[in-house]
């Protein structure tokens, strides 16, 4: 079963306005973690933001923000001030305790392409 | 600041043969990770290594593949007879915790190309 879904393939934005990239994921965890990695053309996995299932705050890192709605299951990554370097992959991923050698699964990942 | 490193970034090979896949972790790292990523795909875990043991595996790590911290530094993935379908980026990945909080950090990647 998918345990992390990202519905959006391919989003597109304009430099400057921000972007929300959709992230849902399903577990019967009470305590769990949740990530967001970019995946620039080059291939390597940059950390990008962390939320944890008992966070009362949303997570934030610089123009990176982590809209967190734990009843609906989502944690939606929000950039805010595109700018072009931000065109990339962009993979949500989980961690369960229940994982002996705590993995992450990842989703299919958002192709973002920010425009001038 | 601290990485993990890979080595080869690329490799190309015959089907059939044997590929060893190497990486630094982070020092004080304690779990050990391998990841691949068919092209245009998304990343899919293989295997974490704790204590100079598989902690866990995919089903994609079937007995093709082994992994090994032959010393205090490196950690490697074997594939023992390569297939057309391992034509993948491998990512090696660390992570200092013992809980579900801590991130993982990756290497750049080897890409293998089995022809």
């Known amino acids: 079963a998918q345990k992390i879904t990202q519905t959006q393939p391919g989003m597109f934005v304009q430099e400057k306005e921000a972007v929300t990239l959709d992230c849902t994921y399903d577990?019967?965890?009470?305590?769990?973690?949740l990530f967001w990695y970019k995946q620039p053309s080059s291939g390597e996995m940059i950390f990008l933001i962390y939320?944890?299932?008992?966070?009362?705050q949303n997570a934030t890192e610089g123009r990176y923000s982590l809209n967190f709605q734990k009843a609906r299951k989502s944690a939606n990554l929000v950039i805010s001030a595109s700018q072009l370097g931000d065109s990339a992959m962009y993979f949500c991923a989980m961690r369960e305790p229940r994982s002996a050698g705590y993995a992450l699964n990842f989703g299919k990942g958002t192709s973002l392409l920010v425009t001038p | 600041e601290p990485e993990v490193t890979q080595t080869p970034s690329h490799q190309v090979t015959q089907m059939g043969q044997e590929v060893i896949l190497r990486c630094v972790p982070i020092s004080n790292h304690l779990y050990f990770y391998w990841y691949r990523q068919i092209l245009g795909q998304k990343v899919e875990f293989l295997v974490s290594?704790?204590?100079?043991?598989?902690?866990?595996k995919s089903e994609i790590f079937d007995d093709q593949f082994s992994v090994e911290r032959p010393d205090g530094s490196n950690f490697t993935l074997k594939i023992r007879s390569t297939k057309l379908e391992d034509s993948a980026m491998y990512f090696c990945?660390?992570?200092?915790?013992?809980?579900?909080?801590?991130?993982?950090?990756f290497g750049e990647g080897s890409r293998l190309t089995v022809l």
């Open positions: 577990t019967s965890d009470q305590s769990y973690g």
């Open positions: 290594f704790y204590n100079n043991e598989i902690s866990e």
């Open positions: 990945a660390s992570s200092g915790g013992t809980s579900y909080t801590g991130e993982l950090f």
């Open positions: 939320q944890g299932s008992y966070d009362e």
